[in-house]
C-alpha cells in the first residue's frame, strides 16, 4: 500500500515538473521583454551622442551611427561656462539636499516614533498633507521670500527649495523605519544611561540604516533631476544646474534647430550617477523600502 502512494506520488511530481519549468521560462521571457524595452531608449540615447554633428542632426534618423564620434561631448564640454561647472552645481546641489533632508526629518521621525507627543498621528497626518500639494504651486511664494533674503542664484537656496520638496516623503519613511526598531535596544541603553540623543545616535540610526540610505537615494535623484524649480530660481548661467544647460542648449545650432548631438550627450551624462548612485546602494535601497512594512 505504502508503495502504492509513493508511486502515484511520484508521477504526480513528474507530471508538475515540465509545467513549473515551462512557467519559469515565460517569466524569464517577460523579464527579459521588458528589461529590453526599459533599456532601449537608454541605448538609443547613447549612440545618438556617438554619432557625427551631420547624421545626429539627419532625417530620417539612422539608428546605429555609421562611425563614431565625440563630437557632441567636445561641444558640451566647452558649453557657455563648461560642463564642469553645471555637474559641480548639480553635486552640490543635491549633496546639500541630502544633508538637509537628513538633518531635518530624522530628528522629527525619531520623535515622532518614539516620544508621547499628544496628537502625534494629526500631527504626522497634517505634515504627509503636503504630498498632495503639488510644489509648482508653491514656487512663486517661495522666490519671492527667497529673492528678499537673497537665496535666489544660491546652490543653497535651490538645496531648500528640492528639501521642502522631499521633506514629506523622507519623513514617512523613516517614522515607519524607527517605529519598527524594537524597544528593547532603545530601554537597554537608557538603563546604560544614554540620553535620547545618544539612543538615536547610537541604536536607532544604526539599525534604520537602509532607511536612511532609501531617503539620501530618492533626495539625490530628484535634486540632480529637478528642473522646474531651478528654472525659477537660477537666472545667472555660472549657477545653472546640468538639467537647465541642457534645456538651453537644445537651440544652439546655426538654423536654431535642436543640437541632438550635444543633446543626447548630456543626458547620458546626466544618467550615469543616477544609475552608479541606485547600483552602489540597491540593497539598501530594497530593504528601507520593506522596513516597517510588516510587523
Not at 533674503?149 to 519623513?171: C, D, E, R, Y
Amino acid at each position: 500500500m505504502t508503495a502504492g502512494v509513493e508511486v502515484r506520488r511520484a508521477r504526480a511530481a513528474a507530471r508538475v515538473r515540465p509545467r513549473v519549468g515551462r512557467a519559469g521560462y515565460l517569466i524569464g521571457a517577460l523579464c527579459v521583454a521588458i528589461a529590453a524595452v526599459m533599456l532601449l531608449p537608454l541605448v538609443m540615447s547613447v549612440l545618438a551622442s556617438l554619432k557625427p554633428t551631420a547624421e545626429a542632426a539627419a532625417s530620417p534618423p539612422t539608428y546605429l551611427p555609421h562611425a563614431l564620434s565625440l563630437d557632441s561631448y567636445e561641444r558640451l564640454w566647452s558649453y557657455q561656462q563648461g560642463l564642469p561647472t553645471y555637474l559641480v552645481n548639480s553635486l552640490g546641489t543635491a549633496l546639500l539636499t541630502i544633508a538637509f533632508t537628513l538633518l531635518l526629518t530624522i530628528p522629527a521621525a525619531y520623535a515622532l516614533a518614539r516620544f508621547p507627543i499628544p496628537g502625534k498621528e494629526v500631527v504626522f497626518v497634517f505634515l504627509l498633507l503636503a504630498l498632495i500639494v503639488p510644489y509648482q504651486a508653491l514656487l512663486t511664494p517661495m522666490f519671492l521670500m527667497f529673492a528678499k533674503v537673497g537665496l535666489t542664484n544660491t546652490l543653497v537656496g535651490l538645496a531648500i527649495l528640492h528639501t521642502a520638496i522631499q521633506l514629506p516623503f523622507s519623513l514617512y519613511v523613516l517614522r515607519n523605519s524607527l517605529s519598527a526598531v524594537p524597544r528593547e535596544l532603545e530601554e537597554a541603553a537608557i538603563t546604560d544611561g544614554a540620553s535620547s540623543w545618544q539612543v538615536l545616535l547610537r541604536v536607532c540610526i544604526p539599525s534604520a540604516t537602509p532607511a536612511i540610505v532609501t531617503v539620501a537615494l530618492f533626495a539625490f535623484i530628484m535634486s540632480w533631476n529637478e528642473f522646474l524649480g531651478a528654472l525659477v530660481m537660477m537666472s545667472k548661467g555660472s549657477s545653472f544646474t546640468l538639467p537647465l544647460i541642457l534645456a538651453a542648449g537644445r537651440t544652439e545650432t546655426s538654423l536654431g534647430g535642436t543640437d541632438w548631438g550635444m543633446l543626447q550627450a548630456g543626458i547620458t551624462i546626466s544618467i550615469i550617477p543616477c544609475v552608479l548612485v541606485y547600483l552602489l546602494l540597491q540593497r539598501y535601497y530594497v530593504s528601507g523600502l520593506m522596513t516597517g512594512a510588516v510587523k
